[in-house]
């Protein structure tokens, strides 16, 4: 079955920049998303098909799609952007949706 | 804007049968644009995608390999919402249980509230 692998965690300063890497075979031949969730709460959509933002998600959320690796990058990240956050995409051989197993992100 | 909703019992026991429904307001469950899914997440597991609904001219739906021969998601069209049920349910079946919506490109684009779900006897 289809994988994606994810860091357990990333620490960033307020006002740094951190990038999320998201791993799983090709995975640069399928769409990509990425999900926020504060504790407690539902997720939340932050990143479609690879670098889109949905309306109302801020501009620091970018997100990339190469080979192997997606990568959600936060700029100028606030305390706010403390939350887990998990990959997502399509796996076409089985017709299945696969999450990565999630990374949570501090905000020191 | 799009809610669902989700309604069920937060306890079920070994064996039984696991019942969630997620009734929505703001979209249809027959859109032909949409597909219905539910979602779990638990600590051992992570978030883990159970299955869909959709409707394509004629109702279909997609499961996990993981429950496949245990699971049932239906619309109920008559009441605008869809249904999840997970049969011989264990200990390893608990978990928060999510609905969600896909519309086109968004993907799990609104999410239900979430309903911890406890197998114990």
């Known amino acids: 079955s289809y994988e994606l692998s994810q860091p357990p965690s990333v620490s960033v300063s307020p006002g740094q920049t951190t990038s999320i890497t998201c791993s799983g075979d090709?995975?640069?031949?399928?769409?990509t998303y990425w999900y926020q969730q504060r504790p407690g709460q539902s997720p939340i959509l932050v990143i479609y098909?690879?670098?889109k933002r949905p309306s109302g998600i801020p501009e620091r959320f970018s997100g990339s799609n190469s080979g192997n690796t997606a990568t959600l990058t936060i700029s100028g990240t606030q305390s706010v952007d403390e939350a887990d956050y998990y990959c997502?995409?399509?796996?076409?051989?089985?017709?299945?949706?696969?999450f990565g197993t999630g990374t949570k992100v501090t905000v020191l | 804007q799009v809610q669902l909703q989700q309604s069920g019992p937060g306890l079920v026991k070994p064996s039984q049968t696991l019942s969630l429904t997620c009734a929505i307001s703001g979209d249809s469950v027959s859109s032909i644009s949409a597909s219905w899914s539910w979602i779990r997440q638990s600590p051992s597991r992570g978030l883990e995608w159970l299955g869909r609904t959709y409707y394509r001219s004629k109702w279909n739906s997609d499961y996990a390999l993981s429950v496949k021969s245990r699971i049932t998601i239906n619309p109920d069209t008559s009441k605008n919402q869809f249904s999840l049920q997970l049969n011989s349910v264990t200990p390893e079946d608990t978990a928060i249980y999510y609905c969600a919506r896909t519309s086109g490109w968004f993907v799990f684009d609104f999410w239900g509230q979430g309903t911890l779900v406890t197998v114990s006897s």
């Open positions: 098909q690879d670098t």
């Open positions: 997502l995409a399509w796996d076409s051989s089985t017709a299945l949706y696969v």
């Open positions: 090709k995975l640069g031949d399928r769409y």
